[in-house]
């Protein structure tokens, strides 16, 4: 699944579109009215966490990338698209395995930027109020919520744990402030640095805990398991990330 980074890199390299009229749309989404689009402009290109907004005239397009989505910009992968756009000039726009919806054409009616890390909007004052307020939620999940921490991903989540040498059953409530204020600020920091990672085809190089067998601290071998109310995957040491509270014994 993309990452907030992802979807940012995204933006960028179809940032040309914007101001162009779709000459032609195709695809097998079924929550669109395809046939409508041909005509309508392309007004604005934005993120908001993991989700990729095309705004219109009157309405805008909101793309999930689900697990196995994908895009090709003025090329086409050998499957039907979900949905196609192409434009006068034969520039095309092409989105692959994800959910297409329409939504709301007043974006800051329906998203709350203060909540996506990668925006300039992104609170973290409010990030840490949010997490105070849920004292039972586990680290892991904190991170995953997109209501708090809009484009993180299981890759930023497991970096920013090892990161920060806290372990993913850790609850919140529990974590002293300054432990509070690095995973808010370390969830901001790590996107930006998978940001200019991934834009240099680095970033797996960069992956400390994620997919990893052995602590490169430790040296010790990671621990694996499907945590947390998402049971995603972790990666994690249970010598340098410390529990909060410490495991019931």
């Not at 520039?91 to 939504?103: A, Q």
């Not at 974006?107 to 409010?126: I, T």
């Not at 300054?178 to 190089?205: G, S, T």
């Amino acid at each position: 699944m993309p990452e907030g980074p992802s979807l940012v890199i995204l933006r960028e390299e179809s940032a040309k579109f914007v101001g162009k009229t779709i000459a032609r749309a195709e695809g097998n989404s079924r929550a669109l009215d395809i046939a409508a689009l041909p005509g309508q402009a392309i007004v604005d290109l934005r993120t908001w966490g993991k989700h990729f907004l095309i705004l219109l005239p009157d309405s805008a397009l909101r793309i999930h990338f689900m697990l196995f989505g994908s895009y090709r910009i003025d090329e086409r992968k050998d499957r039907p698209p979900r949905l196609s756009l192409g434009f006068e000039d034969g520039s095309e726009l092409n989105f692959y395995g994800c959910s297409i919806k329409p939504v709301d054409p007043d974006l800051d009616a329906v998203y709350d930027w203060s909540a996506d890390v990668m925006s300039p909007l992104w609170d973290p004052a409010k990030a840490r109020k949010t997490l105070r307020a849920q004292p039972d939620l586990l680290a892991c999940d904190a991170l995953l919520d997109q209501q708090i921490f809009s484009g993180v991903g299981n890759i930023i989540k497991n970096e920013v744990l090892f990161r920060i040498r806290l372990h993913p059953l850790s609850t919140i409530g529990a974590l002293p402030a300054p432990k509070l204020r690095a995973l808010v600020e370390q969830a901001h920091a790590y996107a930006f640095d998978f940001l200019e990672w991934k834009k240099q085809y680095v970033l797996k190089k960069h992956w400390l805990a994620h997919t990893k067998r052995t602590c490169p601290r430790c040296h010790i071998p990671f621990h694996e398991g499907h945590l947390g109310r998402s049971k995603r995957r972790s990666f994690f040491s249970e010598r340098c990330q410390k529990r909060y509270p410490p495991a019931p014994t």
